[in-house]
């Protein structure tokens, strides 16, 4: 199949699903749950694309299992996380401003919007696995699979110290500035940017492939800049004063030692 209908089909995928999804957030008056779906959305287009794709098979079996493994761990740890907790505020900040219309204004803002970032940062795992050159797996895709661990282990253990964190009682109000987070101040985000960085290496085992960039420039772009690190900084510090302190001394993105002070 060509590579056009491979990724039509899956843009008509994932946009089918997040529409369902949204139907199912009216009901529950709650579009937290979007946040779960996003992992998922990418562990469908990886096996539709697994399965319409004529690439070279270890290559594409092996990212849809990075893509799935990645992507169920993240619906399970926000599923878990949310469960229970009522609707995020940035999504009350929406129904807020739309009002009686946000019913309407959240399949744009939310749903479809999140449909269309996850295909766009998909393409350069869906363009791997439709790469039938090298008929191999090269240095590259180890490289890619390497830089793609280190990834997982930031993202997975950063989350994981920052449950344990917050399940303490004794930690409340405190920040979080062991392990992982003693070295940047967004581990998970930092992680997640570097697994796909790891992906694109993957994918570009077919140097045509270069193009697939955007993917992790895209996914970059909105951890420091749109909804990750820039928007979760702008409330913590009102939350939690200390903050400024761990700001101070830690680094925000890139694992480093922390400053002296």
Not at 83 to 102: K, L, P, T, V
Not at 112 to 123: D, K, P, R, Y
Not at 215 to 237: A, Q, W, Y
């Amino acid at each position: 199949m060509s590579f056009i209908w491979i990724v039509a089909i899956n843009l008509a995928a994932v946009t089918g699903l997040l529409i369902l999804v949204w139907i199912l957030s009216l009901l529950l008056r709650d579009s937290s749950i979007v946040d779960t779906v996003w992992g998922l959305g990418f562990t469908l287009i990886s096996w539709l694309t697994f399965w319409l794709a004529d690439g070279y098979p270890p290559r594409r079996f092996l990212l849809a299992m990075l893509v799935s493994i990645w992507g169920l761990r993240l619906a399970l740890h926000i599923g878990i996380r949310n469960y229970g907790q009522g609707e995020d505020s940035r999504y009350q900040a929406f129904r807020r401003h739309w009002g009686d219309n946000y019913w309407w204004g959240s399949l744009f803002q939310v749903f479809l919007l999140q449909a269309f970032l996850c295909w766009v940062i998909s393409l350069a795992f869906q363009a791997g696995q439709h790469s039938a050159e090298p008929a191999r797996l090269t240095w590259m895709a180890w490289t890619g699979l390497a830089v793609w661990g280190v990834g997982f282990f930031f993202e997975a253990v950063g989350d994981w110290q920052l449950v344990r964190f917050k399940a303490d009682p004794g930690n409340r109000g405190k920040v979080m500035d062991t392990g992982l987070w003693k070295f940047t101040r967004h581990p998970n985000y930092f992680g997640e940017a570097v697994i796909w960085w790891g992906i694109f290496l993957i994918v570009l085992e077919d140097l045509s492939n270069f193009w697939t960039i955007i993917s992790p420039v895209v996914i970059t772009f909105l951890l420091l800049r749109v909804s990750g690190v820039s928007l979760l900084e702008k409330t913590v510090v009102k939350r939690r004063p200390a903050y400024t302190a761990y700001q101070e001394k830690t680094s925000a993105f890139l694992p480093w030692f922390p400053k002296k002070r």
